[in-house]
């Protein structure tokens, strides 16, 4: 394969990168939801799973890149988190407090109280309506502007 033929990664894939490298050097690295460790998707095609979106970036595409928004978790748990109902993720809990003699239970409750105080906060930083303007659209750059606040102050708490 000739150089001219490899396709440069895209700037998503970059600022993916970059961020899931900041999130993962600043958690330890266990999962947030069951405490679980991650470290043997390292290296493997599912690591980048084990970065889960508390606001789902189709509803909330301006957090997508907020670290408070990221949270380490097993894919296993991002996808019950996302697509699963209730009714299984309790059954996930109560599987993994029994597999693990009670040591172990999987915390939806820290997840959900995240999602809400998030939930404000995106309220606040992106109001859909600013002056007169209902439905109002953030330039790219303003996104940026704000989520680098918002990061920024968030490594600031953080560390």
């Given amino acids: ?3 001219q033929q490899i396709n440069p990664p895209s700037m998503s894939e970059v600022t993916a990168n970059l961020v899931y490298n900041i999130i993962w050097n600043m958690y330890a690295k266990k999962s947030f939801i069951s405490g679980l460790w ?3 998707f390292v290296g493997t095609q599912l690591f980048p799973n084990v970065f889960m979106n ?4 189709v509803k ?3 957090f997508t890149w ?3 928004n990221i949270l380490l978790a097993t894919p296993g748990e991002a996808a019950l988190w996302f697509q699963g109902s209730e009714e299984e993720k309790i059954r996930y809990a109560l599987n993994l407090e029994q597999e693990s003699r009670g040591k172990v239970t999987a ?3 820290n997840v959900k109280a995240l999602e809400k105080e998030l939930k404000a906060e995106y309220a606040k930083y992106f109001p859909s309506t600013k002056g007169m303007l209902i439905n109002y659209a ?3 750059q303003e996104v940026m502007r704000i ?3 918002l990061n920024k102050k968030f490594l600031a708490q953080a560390g």
């Fill in 38 to 40: 991650l470290r043997s």
């Fill in 1 to 3: 394969m000739a150089i």
């Fill in 107 to 109: 915390r939806w409750d």
């Fill in 66 to 68: 907020y670290y408070k």
């Fill in 60 to 62: 909330y595409p301006h």
């Fill in 138 to 140: 953030y330039s790219p």
């Fill in 54 to 57: 508390v606001l789902s970036p």
């Fill in 147 to 149: 989520v680098g606040m």
